[in-house]
């Protein structure tokens, strides 16, 4: 006897599913307005410190607030080290590509293309795949800014700008997160 299965929906409408789907991801559970909180203070906190500052790439800072997880003090210390180290490498990649290739437009052609393959590799094999995303994207961001047509000098200071704002991205949610802690915060960074 055959098993009778239901037919799946082809036609299924969002306004269908929609609601539910908002109702599941937002419900409440303990500690969500917390962690709402630190993310919040963090990203304006990163937003007034490259606003005052008049940090180029800004932006791209205070999303990098986004990635640091905000689970406990150590694991955002520990991302946030590995997302500035990352960018840093991504930096030195991407300017190690600029010394080999600048004045060949083919070798910097298929320079940027090996750059990208190994990257995207790297986000599949990868335990935290975050490191290999932004070391693509400060490959990106370095490739893009050497190509305008500014003297060296600017386009090194336009790329220490860009891991700097990265930088603050990330070193902002740690220290929100070790002032939002119960514990010594010291201690507890230490412990990790």
């Not at 599949?124 to 795949?129: G, S, T």
């Not at 800014?145 to 500014?150: K, S």
């Not at 939002?180 to 230490?190: E, P």
Request: aromatic letters at 10%; hydrophobic letters at 55%.
């Amino acid at each position: 006897m055959a098993c009778e299965t239901e037919p799946a929906k082809q036609n299924s409408r969002i306004g269908d599913w929609l609601p539910a789907f908002f109702k599941s991801e937002l419900a409440p559970y303990p500690g969500r307005v917390e962690s709402v909180a630190r993310t919040v203070l963090s990203v304006v906190i990163a937003l007034v410190i490259v606003s005052t500052f008049r940090i180029p790439y800004g932006s791209i800072g205070v999303f990098t607030v986004f990635i640091i997880t905000g689970d406990t003090p150590t694991a955002a210390a520990k991302t946030a080290l590995i997302s500035i180290v990352a960018t840093g490498v991504g930096v030195a990649i991407a300017l190690i590509g600029v010394i080999l290739t600048i004045d060949n437009q083919p070798l910097r052609f298929l320079w940027i293309a090996g750059e990208f393959f190994v990257l995207f590799w790297l986000a599949r094999v990868m335990v935290q795949p975050i490191a290999a995303i932004l070391m693509g994207n400060s490959v990106y961001i370095s490739s893009t800014i050497w190509e305008l047509p500014y003297p060296a000098p600017q386009h090194v200071e336009e790329t220490l700008w860009f891991w700097l704002a990265t930088s603050i991205g990330c070193i902002v949610p740690v220290i929100v997160q070790l002032a939002f802690t119960r514990q010594d915060a010291v201690d507890q960074a230490l412990s990790a």
